[in-house]
């Protein structure tokens, strides 16, 4: 099955912006590949905050959003809060299976 | 407002099996794919397995291939997960979740002896 990149950490400042990203082993991440970002912060369940690229919930801040960039999926978060720190992961529809990226882990400081 | 709640996790020792259940409400279950995800302590999240709406495809990830089973009753909103010859890397917090993004609290598989 194909491997799911992303950045092991990255720091952003209160207030600032950050983009994380979502990589295929295969090739160009696209649309057809339903990119989804998930949430999760300790002892929590996981949170979805985006679905098929950069459609978002209810309960999605509007701080974030989705896109393709470069090649990958994309997740930036404009106006990161401290609340806004967590382990958040990728995931893609590759030849009708699921593959999670590693997780990224943002920290706010 | 949709609900996914898991049951059937619990102690098993390594060779065993375990039945994992998940009741649905709040959206059309029939209508629906629905995966299982599962995560170690302390390790990021791993897809198992999925179903399409009618049961008609069913796709694994290649660790659980061979030992895992899913499979849903419409007519009672229900997913399951039977897990057979299960090993300590089965360890892990099992969830249901269905498209777009809904998941439920998790049910805790232990594998030791």
């Known amino acids: 099955q194909a491997v799911v990149t992303q950045e092991p950490s990255l720091t952003v400042s209160p207030g600032g912006t950050v983009t994380l990203t979502c990589g295929s082993s295969?090739?160009?991440?696209?649309?057809?590949?339903?990119p989804y970002w998930y949430q999760q912060k300790p002892g929590q369940v996981p949170r979805t905050l985006i679905y098929d690229t950069n459609n978002i919930h209810s309960w999605t801040p509007a701080r974030f959003s989705g896109s393709l960039l470069g090649g990958k999926a994309a997740l930036t978060l404009a106006g990161a809060l401290p609340e806004d720190e967590a382990e958040y992961y990728c995931l893609l529809v590759q030849s009708g299976a699921l593959v999670f990226g590693g997780g990224t882990k943002l920290t706010v400081l | 407002e949709v609900q996914l709640v898991e049951s059937g996790g619990g102690l098993v020792q390594p060779g065993g099996s375990l039945r994992l259940s998940c009741a649905a409400s709040g959206l059309i279950f029939s209508t629906h794919w629905m995966d299982w995800v599962r995560q170690a302590p302390g390790k990021g999240l791993v897809w198992v397995a999925r179903?399409?709406?009618?049961?008609?495809?069913?796709k694994y990830a290649d660790s659980v291939t061979g030992r895992f089973t899913i499979s849903r009753d419409n007519a009672k909103n229900n997913l399951y997960l039977q897990m057979n010859n299960l090993g300590a890397e089965d360890t892990a917090v099992y969830y249901c979740?269905?498209?777009?993004?809904?998941w439920g609290q998790g049910t805790l598989v232990t594998v030791s002896s």
């Open positions: 979740t269905v498209n777009p993004g809904y």
């Open positions: 179903i399409k709406s009618d049961g008609s495809n069913i």
């Open positions: 295969t090739g160009p991440v696209t649309s057809g590949h339903y």
